[in-house]
């Protein structure tokens, strides 16, 4: 039985064109990257003094304990960023597919750094930027998160759909959301954790704790939507 003449014809296409791809990679360099990165190990938000104040009772402390401001990054999380700017460096300006040039003075309009518009986010970014530039100042751009559609999340043009989807979920689950036994026993563990000398269970009530802190910082995040 012979091959159908139109299968023949799919199968010889398939395979040139399989050998022009394979002849093209062959040929190919790089040309463009983009590069992803969370933020480095922070302090805790300044939150914590309000919801287990049996770790920090205050910011004073969380300074102490972390040597950051809350919030920000510690010098172990700048250190890490500047491990990643270095990465970066050796991959592609000086490795085997390096194709960026090795200053940034005479090279910023080739490169893009960007970042969310919060200190954690903005110190990252200076510590990758000193990592792959050493000793060389870069330029850090950055939107207000009302506005910011590219790093933000969620993004600002999603702001109002945001708002809605949480507060559905808050009224529909959230009150009942730490009743379940394995989130009681949960909170149990954090209370033992979190507790003081004046506040025995500090997370009595998780559910309103968690709806105050999202409520709280809706009213921040969408003030101005």
């Keep these: 039985m012979g091959v159908d003449p139109q299968m023949r014809r799919r199968w010889v296409i ?12 062959t040929n190919s360099h790089l040309m463009f990257t983009t590069t992803l990165t969370r933020h480095g190990t922070r302090a805790p938000n300044p939150v914590v003094t309000d919801v287990c ?16 401001a809350p919030g920000h990054l510690t010098q172990r999380g700048i250190e890490s960023m500047r491990m990643v700017g270095k990465m970066i ?42 990592g792959i530039f050493p000793g060389q100042p870069i330029a850090i751009f950055s ?9 933000a999340s969620p993004p600002a043009a999603c702001a109002t759909e945001t708002r809605y989807s949480i507060l559905k979920w808050l009224h529909n689950r959230g009150e009942t959301f730490f009743e ?22 500090p997370i009595y009530n998780p559910s309103e704790v968690s709806t105050n802190i999202i409520n709280r910082n809706l009213e921040k995040r969408y003030e101005k939507v």
């Design 53 to 68: 104040p049996g770790l920090y009772k205050t910011t004073t402390e969380i300074i102490n304990a972390f040597g950051a």
């Design 143 to 151: 939107e207000p998160q009302i506005v910011d559609n590219l790093l």
């Design 89 to 130: 460096r050796k991959l592609y300006v000086e490795g085997e597919d390096a194709f960026m040039p090795e200053t940034y003075t005479n090279s910023g309009m080739l490169w893009s750094f960007r970042a969310i518009q919060k200190h954690r986010h903005l110190t990252s970014a200076s510590a990758i930027g000193q």
């Design 14 to 25: 398939s395979l040139l064109l399989l050998m022009t791809t394979m002849m093209g990679m």
């Design 180 to 201: 379940e036994p394995d989130r009681v026993e949960l909170v149990r563990k954090l209370n033992r954790i979190c507790a003081d000398s004046k506040n025995r269970n």
